[in-house]
């Protein structure tokens, strides 16, 4: 029996949502990088810790896997691809990771709830020859470093270190020179 969901007028059948098979599912907060050139900051995607759905779609010449999110109204809010090899998966603190999108060019983070699922993300979606021989020794060696956490009675689950939207503006590396050395 399918179920139809209704969404501000929008008509979703769940095959659409669940159509895939999920490998990994895991919770974590979603960011982006925003800005430009020397005023860059993470900003938030999602509002809370959402779960992050992780499926494998193409497995021959290349990896692809298509990372997925819905928020608790079941709307999509987020929907990238991580091709292997060729995508570098940083480990900047214990349960914040991130990438470049090698189609839209946008760096993406992702805080994890705890160290272990993001080492299982990384697992997961890092090219298999990808070494972590070292994660970055601080935030600050991103030069932008994950944003503060914001205290308050909103706080979510996840990690001291979640980064929250931070009035600090650093230039951004790329994923690249984490790895340089």
């Known amino acids: 029996m ?6 501000k007028e929008k008509v979703l059948n769940t095959d659409e ?23 860059m900051s993470w900003e938030r995607i999602s509002e ?13 010449p290349t990896t692809v896997f298509q990372i997925t999110a819905y928020n608790r ?4 809010i987020f ?8 995508t570098i998966i940083c480990p900047a603190t214990e349960s914040f990771v991130h990438w470049r999108d090698g189609l839209t060019k946008y760096e993406w983070g992702l ?5 272990a699922d ?36 909103d706080r979510s689950i996840s990690s ?6 931070n009035h600090h503006r650093r230039t951004i590396s790329s994923p690249h020179d984490l790895h340089k050395g």
């Open 79 to 86: 929907d990238v691809k991580i091709i292997q090899p060729g």
């Open 111 to 115: 805080n994890f709830t705890t160290p």
């Open 2 to 7: 399918k179920k139809i969901l209704v969404l």
């Open 160 to 165: 001291p270190n979640s980064p929250v939207h």
């Open 48 to 60: 809370d810790v959402v779960p992050i759905n992780i499926s494998c779609i193409e497995d021959t």
């Open 17 to 39: 949502i669940y159509r895939k098979p999920v490998i990994v599912r895991l919770w974590a907060e979603i960011f982006r990088v925003h800005g430009d050139g020397e005023y």
């Open 73 to 76: 109204h079941v709307e999509k």
């Open 118 to 153: 993001a080492k299982r993300f990384r697992d997961c979606c890092s090219n298999l020859s990808q070494k972590f021989s070292r994660k970055a020794t601080s935030a600050s060696s991103l030069r932008l470093s994950p944003p503060k956490r914001i205290r308050g009675k």
